[in-house]
């Protein structure tokens, strides 16, 4: 059975003497939010691109003890134990074997290159599912020291909430609202429905699996695309795919007036004259607000109608990055009157 990300994210801070094992489609947020989460309760960060590193970047050339009698390694920096830490192993199950071995000890024991970790540290392991053909090959040794979760596929709200978190451009967020199937991974029960029936399906099929498909890491690059000025379909075809790029430039021509997140923060942005329009820029505003520019985000939200700040006032609910703004009088004089 599969749980949602948020839930398999409580079991993790609620257990630090497990090591858990997150299995899930490719790009869902599985590594993002795990490090957003340990980043809002104020914990360090250590993320290790376990499939990627050199067995000798582990640890460094062996030295000499004080003793001189013997041989030892100099445990680079960021492997020195340090109360407070989350360490996150991003696709651990597609290390070298030499790298997963290095890495046993932690995941059951907390102990890493002969030091001993608090035990409060919390060890994450990230992997994608084998159904994607992207699996691993999970060795009895590596994963009985593990549980293992099957990380379900985002709902839109927790969807919205990391694409809030992470600064989405607001065309791909209010989108995805529009055509939640962007947001569906591939099942094998729409395989067996003809190509007419899934015109409008945009996620991973296995009869095309070197085609782009609709995911949060994809959507992400699309963000960065819309971002830059960079709308036509073709070029987005290259980041979710050509049905879905298609339906996506087509949103964005609706939009008739389009606020850039600058202006927002240097005054100068217009209040669209239109509720479709007005809906955009307030979730561009949301999307930008963080602990820093909230105040001048909020006088800009504020000049919109009221079902206009609505909208925004709940965005803003699901963006778990706005820490200590209930303290504010008049952050919470505003969220009162919108809620």
Known sequence: MSMPLNQALNNVFACPATTFLLLGAPGVGKTTATINEALKRGRHVIRVDAQNIPSEDLARLPVLNKSKTAMTFAIPEMWTPRPNTVIVLDELLKAPDDVVNAFLPLLHGKQLFGQQWPLETIVVVTSNSAEFRVGDKLQPHVLNRMVKLEISDPTASEAEALMLDLGFDSRIIRWTQQVPTSLVSYDAVTASKPESENDFYFGYNPRSPREPFCSLRSL???????????????????AIGKKAAHSLALYCREIRYFVQPVHILDGSAKVPDNLFDCRMAAVTAVAIMDDKNWATVLTYLERMPAEIQSVACRAAARKSTLKDLCLNRRWNKWVVANS
């Open 220 to 238: 992400h690059t699309a963000s960065q695309l819309l971002q830059a000025g960079i709308t036509d379909s073709d070029t987005l075809s290259g």
